[in-house]
């Protein structure tokens, strides 16, 4: 391929960001001004905003975020121990149920990640690859 067809290309690639740009910056800006407003007045669900690009994503996020739930919940538990709000007991059942939650969320990301760093190619080409479950 000589210099013309890689200015071609490029021209093409270049066309198509700027596409993309343009179907997708009103995005940016909803979230914008959703966050300058300090509030969700404009009737936009920022869970819809931002959309994973395929299944491998999909459970990458949903994983990523259970584990930081799980992560919330054990310093809540914690602080709620050392104010003497809950039992040492209760607090050691409920950290234990939460830490193999927890272990299992980060378990699954791991799958997920090293999925996605096999299958770069799949995933730019936009085919989803295989989703998985712990």
């Known amino acids: 391929m000589g210099t013309e067809g890689l200015v071609a290309q490029l021209g093409k690639q270049s066309a198509a ?20 407003s300090g509030s969700n007045s404009g009737g936009m669900d920022v869970n819809k905003v931002i959309v994973p690009a395929d299944d491998l ?16 919940c054990l310093l809540v538990l914690e602080k709620g121990m050392l ?11 409920q950290v234990r149920l939460l830490c193999r939650k927890q272990f299992l ?30």
């Open 17 to 36: 960001l700027e596409a993309w740009l343009s179907s997708h910056e009103w995005k940016a800006d909803a979230v914008n001004a959703a966050v300058q």
């Open 57 to 72: 994503s999909r459970q990458a996020l949903a994983a990523q975020a259970e584990d930081l739930a799980v992560e919330d």
């Open 83 to 93: 104010q003497g709000k809950i039992e040492p007991d209760v607090y050691l059942k």
């Open 105 to 134: 969320a980060r378990a699954l990301g791991l799958k997920v990640a090293q999925a996605q760093r096999q299958q770069p190619q799949q995933r730019v080409s936009g085919q989803q690859g295989p989703a998985f479950t712990l």
